[in-house]
């Protein structure tokens, strides 16, 4: 079984509706983070958080909001979606220092949003 | 500010050639580096870390990078290409001090293997 997982994998919206995207984890990582894939342009940091009560913007956190509910859980949303929040999503986990390889990241499958 | 520049987004081999990929970083402290492969359809899993250890690192699949901080450099090799290793490679930075648990990812490189 995939130890961070995403749903829906693939999601096709049209302008102004609310998108939630989900991931899960069984890692029992403390830290989770939500990344934006766009060709050319790598992956940037969407929000972070380092645990239930820790949340962080990234570098391009406008026009999203995040909810931690729990260690494992840690969902994106798109409060009125736009076309370019086109984009591939991933969610990845990783360690706080002292209870594994600091630093690694480990993605889920990611999610495929297009917004028309 | 921290970066990461890859130089060439898409790099061709022939089957049993050498690979190289090349990643530069900017970073005002020591970094931690990565590279991370994306397997078409895909999350991102990682093929090496530097963490301020031995300066050569090898990885999975047969993949080593090799940390010059002279040349703020973290090129990532493979001597002889195979099919299965066509995919999107990420370098990443992260903070020297490894605490933050945020990575800086390069634009990424597609490696196309060829017959």
């Known amino acids: 079984d995939a130890d961070v997982t995403q749903t829906p994998r693939n999601r096709i919206t049209k302008t102004g509706k609310r998108i939630m995207l989900e991931c899960s984890q069984t890692k029992g990582h403390d830290r989770m983070y939500w990344y934006r894939q766009d060709p050319g342009l790598g992956l940037r940091l969407i929000y972070y958080s380092f645990d239930v009560k820790d949340i962080n913007k990234g570098e391009i956190s406008d026009g999203y909001s995040v909810s931690r509910q729990a260690q494992a859980k840690f969902s994106l949303s798109l409060e009125s979606a736009i076309p370019n929040q086109t984009a591939l999503y991933f969610c990845?986990?990783?360690?706080?220092?002292?209870?594994?390889?600091?630093?690694?990241?480990?993605f889920g499958p990611g999610t495929r949003l297009t917004v028309l | 500010a921290q970066s990461v520049t890859q130089l060439g987004s898409h790099v061709s081999v022939s089957e049993g050639a050498l690979v190289l990929l090349r990643c530069n970083y900017s970073?005002?402290?020591?970094?931690?580096l990565f590279w991370y492969v994306q397997y078409p359809n895909q999350g991102l899993q990682l093929l090496l870390k530097?963490?301020?250890?031995?300066?050569l690192v090898k990885g999975i699949n047969g993949f080593e990078a090799e940390f010059k901080k002279s040349e703020t450099s973290f090129h990532l090799t493979k001597p002889s290409a195979h099919m299965s290793d066509a995919a999107e490679y990420f370098c990443?930075?992260?903070?020297?001090?490894?605490?933050?648990?945020?990575?800086?990812f390069g634009q990424g490189t597609t490696l196309q293997v060829k017959p």
């Open positions: 970073s005002s402290v020591p970094p931690y």
């Open positions: 990845a986990t990783s360690p706080k220092a002292g209870q594994g390889l600091t630093d690694t990241q480990y």
């Open positions: 990443a930075v992260s903070h020297g001090s490894g605490n933050t648990g945020k990575l800086i």
């Open positions: 530097y963490t301020s250890a031995a300066t």
